[in-house]
């Protein structure tokens, strides 16, 4: 039908006959002369159409925006005067000879550049119109180039792209699962993978050495932060590579990726530990483009009056931390007020801070509600702890370690976003040395990453202190957001028994619920491991996008539901029957 993308033609093509097919971006009448943009996924070009031919002129007159037409016309040059330097295709024009309309359209549920002001659920309620928009268009076609680029790298470098079951057991990602009922198996249920890991596992015991998948991930989480309940993982395992192969491997995939893609260099991911990031920015996803850290005082603090600070600074479990911000003592209280509930929402109970007026003057020269609690020693002790210089401004936290990491973490994000601290576009990092554990409130211990992550120590290390045993995961991070994770798998029998045990999984359990992978690492299993890369999230940095659902073509909404398809939806009494389900009363 076509001979040519409107948004394809250039000078090259004046004097040509193209035909072109496409939707009525805008329809404007100039004394006479009609003028169609006619758009396709490559752009627009101006058609126009003369009232010398009466049939087409008319044609055009009727058409509206959104009507799908064909187009058969001469490429000429625009009229000197009226180039249009904005537009790809703004020297030239098509003349419009004739004009077909293939489809009407009626009137849109909102006009493609008035999207702002519709809101979000108008736009995914009708995402097919939502989705012709330039931006969204260019954000799908990147995703595919994205896509197509991790591809062709894993491929020149031996990796198998193999599928893995939808339909199948829990596997553990610390979420809860969406589960599908089963007809022929009354009472019983399959899981949505929240990820293919075990699968993949079992590729590598069965010898693949090398796989990869661009998988779709179910996890019904409670959706406060910018997560989708179905979401897409480059999903990579790999034999017979460590920790540094792996995270080596992975690094320069992502490096050519910004590199081909944008042009960008990344250079050498740093690493860091665990410990050393929630030490210095209170989180285990730093944003290294804000030059803020939290400095450790408790050690000041322990001896001083003020309970707020003394107690969480003689608490093992506590914290008491600062963190100074050059140029922060032009905060105004509104905006230390706005901060203090800011914290507020992670837990703390208060935002200590202290200007930094004049130094010289030693505690007079500090303003602040808190100085004569700490006392001027401690005080002139914390400053130059901080090496804090006159027009700086120190926060403080103090309360259990959580919730200062937290708050102090999400503070320093937000200190240096307002101020426009960042000091570079892109801050890829690796984050390693995990625990294997962490303790959940009732005292019990979950896998930090999941119950498969090789420990770096042995099994009898392992059960004499869990807690302290360090695990051989590793995370990259990029600008504060988890890109990717993953780990050296257990490939030992015993040694994934222990850890079923320290998790409080009954060897009973264990076999009912893993059974088929302890099996499978009886048999041969090699040493393995991977990891895995948001895809969604990776397409949102790159895009610079706000959210990921600006880069998933049908997104859920955060309450987790469908607006253009309904989903989910109810079903008939005779389908759940056939399931023999039936649905509890709402009261
Ligand atoms: N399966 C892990 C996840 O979904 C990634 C990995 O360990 O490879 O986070």
Known sequence: MRSHYCGDLRKEHIGEDVVLSGWVHRRRDHGGVIFLDVRDREGLAQVVFDPDREESFALADSVRNEYVIEIHGTVRNRPEGTVNADMPTGEIEVLGKELVILNKSETPPFQLDEHQQVGEDVR?????????RPEMQQKMRFRSKVTNAIRNYLDDNGFLDIETPILTRATPEGARDYLVPSRTHEGSFFALPQSPQLFKQLLMVSGFDRYYQIAKCFRDEDLRADRQPEFTQVDIETSFMDEEAIMGMAESM?????????????GEFPRMPYAEAM?????????????LELVDVADLMADIEFKVFA???????????????????????????EYTKYVGIYGAKGLAWIKVNELEKGAEGLQSPI?????EEVAMKIMARLEAKNGDIVFFGADKEKIVNEAMGALRIKVGMDMNLLEREWAPMWVVDFPMFEELDGGNLTALHHPFTAPSCSPEELKASPVDALSRAYDMVLNGCELGGGSVRIHDQAMQRTVFEVLGIGAEEAEEKFGFLLNGLKYGAPPHGGLAFGLDRLVML??????????????????????????????????????????RKTP
């Open 371 to 375: 100085v004569k609690f700490l006392g």
């Open 254 to 266: 992502i490096r050519k990726l910004f590199n081909e893609l944008m042009g960008v260099e990344l």
């Open 124 to 132: 995914l309620r009708n995402r097919f119109v939502d989705l012709r």
């Open 279 to 291: 030490n210095r920015y209170g989180s285990d996803k730093p944003d290294l483009r804000i030059p």
């Open 311 to 337: 107690g969480p600074a003689k608490d093992p479990k506590g914290r008491v931390a600062a963190l100074k911000v050059p140029g922060g003592a032009e905060l105004t209280r509104k905006i230390i007020d």
């Open 542 to 583: 790159m895009t610079g996008s706000e959210s990921i659902r600006d880069v998933i073509a049908f997104p859920k909404t955060q309450s987790a539901s469908c607006p253009l398809t309904d989903a989910p939806g109810e079903v008939s009494a005779a389908q759940l029957r056939e399931l023999n389900i039936r649905l």
